[in-house]
């Protein structure tokens, strides 16, 4: 299970590996011979492409191919539905945030888990679904992750602070990308990172001194556009994006930056076993799960110290930029 701090590492870590995610290293790691000698100890021995098979799922294991119960297992420990990670992630974030939007009834949405076929879909296939009576739990358990995400995760605070930390990884780190070998890769921690940002923000005449500063004095930068779903005009738009493109023209690049994630439903697809017996889909089953909307970052940053400038550049040149009517 991963911690909110060590999921944002591996976020920045994945942003300077190219193709190298966290999946890949959790196989790399199941792979090392450290743990091949503890998979081999126990009894009955276990094989580490069992391992990999429920650690990263059928998407991630390639070429491992997952039987039906693999992918149901897997499903069970890290599924986007009723995965056990999500499960913990968004209790234990919630608790550590300080916030309750991360809190559902997670007691009865396990006691109503049921492996189910997904006769909705014209399949007879198994697959991890739920009886009718756990639906509101697991309404709970998808709006809770529909703000966590709004809320904490998707912040424009905390998300300008993933930008920051890049730009300084970007600077600091050899090549300016985390190494690929794993050896190396794990010698290299929070601990180090945070030491490396803390002697710069030190030391005035250090070249990444003012990129710090913006991380260890709270220095950063100041959203100054975010885009409203009608200037998308049905998602044919990247608002932000234009408008952090003309502010970089008029700023400088150096004190413009732009963030965007794209809009994705919240709510997975999954059989519900109803009253009578019936195999339902589960956003036919709930109206709350059909129309919980999607979340979606697209905002522009500027230097604190130009904050109202970008301001009035903004009211004054939004309307013609965007083509608004």
Known sequence: MM????????????????????????????????????WGSVTPPIRADDIVKLAVGPKKAAPLELSTWETILAEIIIGDAFGADRIDYLLRDSFHAGVTYG?????RL???LRILPASYNDSDEPALGLESGGLES?????????????????????????????????EWLPGRKFPTDLARHLG???????????AACDDQNSR????????QCREHFRRFFEAAPSEAKGGKLQPGKIIAEAAEKNFGPDRIRY??????????????????????????????LARLPEIGVDNVYCDKSIQQEATRWRDSNKRALLELE
């Open 3 to 38: 911690s909110a701090i060590y999921r944002f590492h591996m976020l920045q870590r994945e942003s300077f590996c190219l193709s190298y995610d966290h999946e890949r290293l959790t196989k790399d790691l199941i792979y090392s011979p450290e743990m091949q000698d503890i």
């Open 138 to 170: 697991s309404e709970g358990l998808m709006i809770a992750r529909h703000f966590m995400y709004k809320q904490v995760y998707l912040h424009h605070i905390r998300r300008v602070y993933d930008i920051h930390l890049k730009d300084f990884l970007f």
């Open 103 to 107: 809190t559902f009834d997670h007691h």
């Open 110 to 112: 396990i006691s109503t």
């Open 188 to 198: 290299m921690s929070d601990v180090e990172v945070l030491s490396a940002i803390r």
């Open 259 to 288: 963030d965007y994630y794209p809009a994705k439903p919240t709510a997975p697809i999954f059989p519900v076993r109803m009253f009578d017996g019936r195999i339902e889909s589960s956003i036919k089953s709930s109206q709350v």
């Open 208 to 215: 990444l001194y003012n990129l710090t500063r913006r991380i």
